[in-house]
């Protein structure tokens, strides 16, 4: 149980576009999902989470208009970065909890794989 | 603020038991985790802990938390290749549940 699927897992593209990364509970209801930024060697940066319903609280020095989150159903959440440059090349990971009640941990989907030529 | 911290390297035999340490730094922390991240993959949840607990076990892996020094660990009996990877401890305070990080100890496994 506690599966999130997350796609793509890999993408290039060239700089300018815009891509959209999906992440799903594939069987739980996530109320909160949250959305990750990891670098080379390092550990997992919170960019936002992502409320059903309700926008998206963004964690400082993430641009907003840049990141743009949507979460419009309970096990649905997608993550679009607009206008892509070869810095916001990095692996994105997201993460859903369970709307249950109690201490429900974070799940993780495998993470999206980010190039910007 | 609060703080995680764990050792970047951890090189241990094959059979042998592994035990990776953290420390953090907040004591109204609820509930800490740990997490294994194996190479270009997510992370998958190995197993948490209540703050009111003492230890945790579920086969080969044993979580200790000593909640009056803020350390807690986890051990691996029997390590084996495949345990190879890099573990994160984190841990929760809020009813946002969001997680603060360690740097993750990567886990190397000698033949």
């Known amino acids: 149980g506690a599966v999130v699927s997350q796609h793509p897992s890999w993408v290039i593209c060239k700089s300018g576009t815009s891509v959209k990364i999906e992440c799903r509970s594939l069987?739980?209801?996530?109320?909160?999902m949250f959305w990750y930024r990891q670098f080379p060697k390092q550990s997992l940066m919170l960019m936002a989470t992502?409320?059903?319903?309700?926008?998206?609280?963004?964690e400082q020095g993430v641009e907003k208009d840049k990141f743009l989150i949507n979460h419009a159903s309970l096990t649905l959440s997608t993550l679009t970065v607009t206008s892509a440059h070869p810095e916001d090349s990095s692996f994105y990971i997201c993460?859903?909890?369970?709307?249950?009640?109690?201490?429900?941990?974070?799940?993780f989907g495998d993470g999206t794989r980010l190039s910007i030529l | 603020g609060e703080d995680v911290e764990q050792s970047l390297f951890l090189s241990v035999r094959e059979g042998d038991s592994s035990v990776i340490n953290c420390t953090y730094t907040d004591s109204s922390s609820t509930y800490l985790y740990w997490y294994k991240q194996e190479p270009g993959a997510g992370l998958q949840l190995l197993t948490y802990i209540f703050s009111n607990m003492d230890m945790k076990q579920d086969q080969r892996l044993t979580v200790l938390l000593n909640k009056k020094d803020k350390h807690l660990s986890l051990r691996i009996a029997d390590t084996q290749t495949g345990d190879s990877a890099i573990y994160f401890c984190?841990?929760?305070?809020?009813?946002?549940?969001?997680?603060?990080w360690g740097a993750g100890t990567k886990l190397i496994i000698k033949p």
């Open positions: 069987d739980f209801q996530a109320t909160t």
């Open positions: 984190a841990e929760t305070m809020d009813s946002n549940y969001q997680l603060i």
């Open positions: 993460s859903a909890r369970n709307t249950g009640t109690g201490n429900q941990p974070q799940h």
């Open positions: 992502s409320n059903e319903g309700s926008k998206a609280t963004y």
